[in-house]
């Protein structure tokens, strides 16, 4: 850690007290006190759902144990085995992690990425040898005006300080503004995001003989996050790994107005 990362730490938390004593810690959802900023209070933790075993080695949906005698990916990956090399989940999509979302993404309370960026990162190995590029999903640059932030970024910037890899904030592009893709099927997703994500002008260098991990808030469907995969591994990476704070699995939360990733 470099001088000024230790003196901004340093500074951090001697104005620790002063923010917390101005500020008093809240849960973010449900807004009761809490030891320290940048946490949960015991009971909305109890209500995140945490990716647990047995579970697909390719996507990490869950299995029943039946299944995972019998092998240890999911029917799906199986049949149309995918290109990304895994997914790391910190949560699965449920109500709390709806709400955690959509404070951070919708609601501008950006200081939630050092909560999601935290749990994202304890779902990802400490990397041996060539650290991995940390590459966001993009967002057009009309919904970033609009939103101030591209969230995934944000979560991307964590990920990194918490030295899981390299950052590379703008290694891809959204060359078009796609619409919603939620209640559209594969096919009309598919078409959507054709030549919307593209890798950036002169970062193909960068990203060639590169392992990366593509970094997201939510995983729905997954078309956005296969454009991504797609563009990255045509650009000569490695193998592309996907980060995510909440996946979700069966259907659950494709209702809930979250666009479909």
């Not at 893709?181 to 009309?188: S, W």
């Not at 909440?246 to 939360?253: I, N």
């Amino acid at each position: 850690m470099g001088w000024r990362s230790q003196l901004g730490t340093s500074v951090k938390e001697g104005l620790g007290p002063i923010i917390d004593l101005v500020y008093p810690p809240r849960c973010p959802l449900c807004g009761a006190a809490i030891a320290a900023q940048g946490g949960l209070c015991a009971d909305c933790w109890s209500e995140l759902e945490f990716p647990g075993n047995p579970a697909c080695a390719a996507c990490q949906r869950p299995m029943g144990s039946a299944a995972a005698v019998k092998s240890d990916q999911c029917y799906s990956c199986n049949l149309a085995p995918p290109h990304h090399a895994g997914i790391a989940a910190a949560t699965i999509y449920n109500d709390a992690s709806r709400k955690l979302i959509l404070s951070f993404k919708h609601g501008g309370k950006i200081a939630l990425a050092g909560l999601l960026g935290r749990l994202m990162a304890g779902r990802l190995d400490d990397p041996e040898g060539e650290p991995p590029l940390i590459v966001p999903v993009p967002l057009h640059r009309l919904r970033i005006w609009q939103r101030g932030y591209n969230q995934a970024a944000l979560l991307a910037q964590e990920l990194s300080r918490h030295g899981k890899g390299e950052l590379a904030v703008d290694a891809l592009v959204r060359q078009k503004r796609t619409p919603s893709l939620g209640g559209l099927g594969q096919e009309a997703r598919r078409m959507a995001l054709s030549g919307a994500i593209a890798v950036r002008s002169g970062a193909g260098a960068m990203i060639a003989h590169r392992r990366v991990i593509l970094v997201d808030d939510v995983l729905t469907s997954g078309a956005t996050t296969d454009a991504c995969v797609a563009a990255l591994l045509d650009a000569g990476a490695a193998s592309v790994r996907i980060a995510c704070f909440a996946r979700v699995v069966d259907g659950r939360g494709m209702e809930t107005g979250n666009r479909a990733r």
